[in-house]
T-cell receptor, first 113, second 110 residues
């Protein structure tokens, strides 16, 4: 069965600083990997996804993520955060065919001025 | 805006009552998924449809839960005899390889 671990429950960064959110997955084959963002009381918005090919993927809002098979990781990065990036971030893995997604427990991002 | 809508956005009910939620995906979404998200957790898969066929149900979906997708368009999720433990955000997603989520229905069972 697939699983996702997001080791950081809460991260605080200063506005303008760089950001890296960690995600480790467990899946027997090549996974489909996703990062979603959720603002309070809202649904999930897709930031980026990896299916195959280039292991560095670009997403919306200036985010990027790198797939590292050897480390079973798919970390999310942003070079300079903005106050509007404060939200909950979820990493998810889907099986081939993507019948369902398995999510991590999320990382809450706080931005300080 | 993903084009996926859910109704209602909020629902407060008393324990033992039945509730029904609706999800409207965009027409291109052959697959429709339901997830449940409790406070401080990531969404957990409940069930999904390929057109009108319900192809998989999670063990989380007890006998009190039923989902339908007549005609392969909108979907409904019904919870009978609600319990306080059913309080959660219920999320619907449409898509195929990529799932696009609606805004969710937040249920509070008193």
């Amino acid at each position: 069965a697939q699983s996702v671990t997001q080791p950081d429950i809460h991260i605080t960064v200063s506005e303008g600083a760089s950001l890296e959110l960690r995600c480790n997955y467990s899946y027997g084959a090549t996974p489909y990997l996703f990062w979603y963002v959720q603002s309070p009381g809202q649904g999930l918005q897709l930031l980026l996804k990896y299916f195959s090919g280039d292991t560095l993927v670009q997403g919306i809002k200036g985010f990027e993520a790198e797939f590292k098979r050897s480390q079973s990781s798919f970390n999310l990065r942003k070079p300079s955060v903005h106050w509007s990036d404060a939200a909950e971030y979820f990493c998810a893995v889907g099986a081939t065919g993507n019948e369902k997604l398995t999510f991590g427990t999320g990382t809450r991002l706080t931005i300080i001025p | 805006d993903t084009g996926v809508s859910q109704d209602p956005r909020h629902k407060i009910t008393k324990r033992g009552q039945n509730v029904t939620f609706r999800c409207d995906p965009i027409s291109e979404h052959n697959r429709l998924y339901w997830y449940r998200q409790t406070l401080g957790q990531g969404p957990e898969f409940l069930t999904y449809f390929q057109n009108e066929a319900q192809l998989e149900k999670s063990r989380l979906l007890s006998d009190r839960f039923s989902a339908e997708r007549p005609k392969g368009s909108f979907s409904t999720l019904e919870i009978q005899r609600t319990e306080q433990g059913d309080s959660a955000m219920y999320l619907c997603a449409g898509g195929l390889e990529t799932q696009y989520f609606g805004p969710g229905t937040r249920l509070l069972v008193l």
